[in-house]
């Protein structure tokens, strides 16, 4: 599963997105997960993660927190999304300090995630590497599309549904912010980042409005 | 394939931008939905996207209809691997399997993404590709895309595969520090022989400064120096090197 490596976006719209994973590996370090998972997520908590969950309880923007831990079991593995590096610093001191023993992986622009890692007191191991996209790439949508519906990796969030929302926003129907909320409870994992979707939506209502004319 | 129930479908057609493959279409008074499109992702039936719920999961009535709802819907989980979403751990639990050594190149080539979807016809293309440039797939427990081909030193699909159509699908393995210029380029050539697109991934194992020597490979083939990354941080026990 690569579903946080490929975001779309220049450095500049991706430097408040930073997706985190817990896991752990079948007959190796797979003792105690529930446990470990509700540490985890208060460490999140803690630092001011705004969104998380677990692929089979959701999201935390559909589902209320207590409902999303009452609901975890020693299958599961979180996951969600920082909006600042600082906050990756901390969560990496607080896991370290923890020593859970489950793999902890952070994805973002690289030069931030490394400096994290060096801030944070922990060394790198493996580094799956972002090559982009590659193909018939005149299928895709167009890039502005893309920053938001590659937000959900497992593709959850079509780019017909962002094209209908930015509709919905300059027609006033609906507002930047509850149109990220729409498409995060539509991303299962809790790696949507609610916070940068809702400024790209108003960026791209703002961009594709046709002109006001003078006096009218 | 996901199935509209007509007596409930009121032909609203909320539902129809929600689909992440545009399966779905205004059908004179009702939705129908693209048995050939559909890949079975649930988008349109886990959400509260229907008022009236008219569309319900299924039917499965082959491999193929099994496989890409497994693959297609991140609820499920890849029975094989134990993993959920595209079934495979990669680089994401390498602290504590070793799964991708340091003397080995990992490649992952995450097919339909970001968001066209993919036919198993293109994804064996691909795979035949990068395995005759020295690629070895990871086999059936650790990543699903195993259980499509009969030999994954010579891939080619199971009968009746090809026109399955998932969200995407992993094409995982590993190869020889010199065999990563042939599978670059491997990459590069087949590109054009396909009808979607791919997102590529490059699993190193790397110093502590996030350095190996393989990225210099990059240059070379004229790719650009990688700005997102996937980071295992080596928080997991007991820890593979150790």
Known sequence: MT???????????????????????????????????????EAAQAVGCENWGDTKAGSVLARPAEEIKRDLTDRSRVRGVFTSKQ???EFLR?????????????????????????????TPHTINFSLGVWGKKELLPPEDVLE?????????????????LVSDIRRGKTTPRRAALRCARLCPCGVFNHLRAERLFAQMAEKTSPPVKQGT | MATVVLERCTGCNICIPYCPVGAISADERKVSIDRRVCTECGVCYRNPVCPKHAILPGPYETFGD???????????????????????????????????????????????????????????TVARAVVAAGLELEPPHRNPLASIFDNLQDPRLKEGLADVHLL???????????????????????????????????????DPSGYHPA???????????PMRGKVNVGLGRPLVDA
């Open chain 1, 3 to 41: 579903h946080t490596l490929h975001r779309s976006g220049t450095p500049e719209s991706l430097q408040d997105d930073f997706p985190w994973l817990m896991y752990w590996s079948r007959g190796i370090n797979d003792v105690d997960i529930r446990r470990k998972c509700l540490e985890i997520i």
């Open chain 1, 87 to 89: 906050q990756v610093v």
């Open chain 1, 148 to 164: 938001i519906t590659t937000m959900c990796g497992h593709h959850m969030i079509s780019s017909a549904l962002v094209e209908k």
């Open chain 2, 215 to 225: 990225l210099e490979e990059l240059v070379r083939h004229g790719i650009p120096k």
């Open chain 1, 94 to 122: 607080i896991l370290k300090e923890k020593d859970l023993g489950m793999s902890v992986i952070i994805s973002g622009l690289l030069e931030d995630v490394l400096d994290a890692c060096r801030q944070a007191g922990v």
């Open chain 2, 66 to 124: 099994t496989f890409k709802h497994v693959l297609s819907d991140p609820t499920e989980t890849v029975e094989a691997t134990g993993i959920t979403g595209r079934g495979t751990e990669e680089c994401k639990t390498n602290d504590v399997t070793g799964r991708y050594p340091r003397h080995r190149v990992g490649f992952t080539i995450d097919m339909g993404r970001p968001g066209i979807g993919v036919y198993l016809r293109d994804v064996e």
């Open chain 2, 168 to 206: 995407s699908i992993i094409i995982e393995g590993t190869c020889r520090v010199e065999d990563v210029g042939a599978v670059l380029k491997a990459l590069q050539e087949v590109q054009h022989q396909i009808d979607t697109v791919f997102s590529v991934g490059m699993v190193l194992r790397v």
